[in-house]
């Protein structure tokens, strides 16, 4: 099957969840900078979400760079992914409305665990698909981040019920591991393109 329709929906479906997410910026009725300020729990769960769901769409181009077809089983996995990024808004204003109150953390935190176990499974199918001598499999390599990850949102999750401003550094200091792309698959992409050339 052709890859470019799986990225093409995967696109539309994270551009309208980050149009969602932004619609939950409600317009204050006052014109004073406290007015202003009363949003920025709302503006502050917004940034990161977004920073969140932007990682996933660079880190989900890079990987469909590297693969040259998908199946069924890619189909259902990606589809799996995006069920649970759609789920982000939802937990990104409940904890916003709620000034990150303990559970809306937590539960932003599932929020972001689940789509890290859900991108785990797609880069599983690529790889069943593509082969353990292709591009991705040397792209990930042990990839320590990706291991990292769950490990620390669930802490943060448990921590959320202790210091709700702790897990929230945790989410962030996540998004900062992740915020910088992996060039791995791009390189080894190019080197590909250079042997198939030549």
Request: with cysteine; glycine share 6%.
């Amino acid at each position: 099957m052709n890859k470019e329709r799986l990225n093409a929906f995967s696109d539309g479906v994270i551009a309208i969840i980050i149009t969602i997410m932004v619609l939950e910026l409600k317009v204050p009725h006052g014109t004073d900078w406290a007015a202003l300020g009363a949003l920025t729990p709302v503006f502050l769960s917004y940034v990161l979400s977004f920073i969140y769901v932007a990682i996933y769409w660079n880190n989900h181009h890079h990987m469909m760079h590297a693969c040259e077809q998908v199946d069924g089983t890619v189909l259902w996995a990606n589809m799996h992914l995006l069920f649970w990024l759609s789920l982000i808004p939802f937990a990104t204003g409940w904890m916003g409305e709620n000034h990150f109150a303990p559970l809306p953390t937590a539960l932003y935190g599932l929020s972001l665990l689940m789509p890290a176990i859900a991108y785990y499974f797609l880069q599983k199918a690529l790889v069943r698909l593509q082969g353990n001598d292709g591009v991705l499999v040397r792209a990930i390599g042990e990839n320590f981040k990706a291991k990292l990850s769950p490990v620390m949102y669930i802490a943060a999750i448990a921590l959320a019920f202790v210091s709700q401003w702790i897990a929230c550094a945790i989410y962030a200091a996540v998004a900062a591991m992740w915020v910088i792309p992996d060039r791995r698959i791009e390189k080894l992409v190019a080197r590909s393109d250079e042997h198939a050339k030549s």
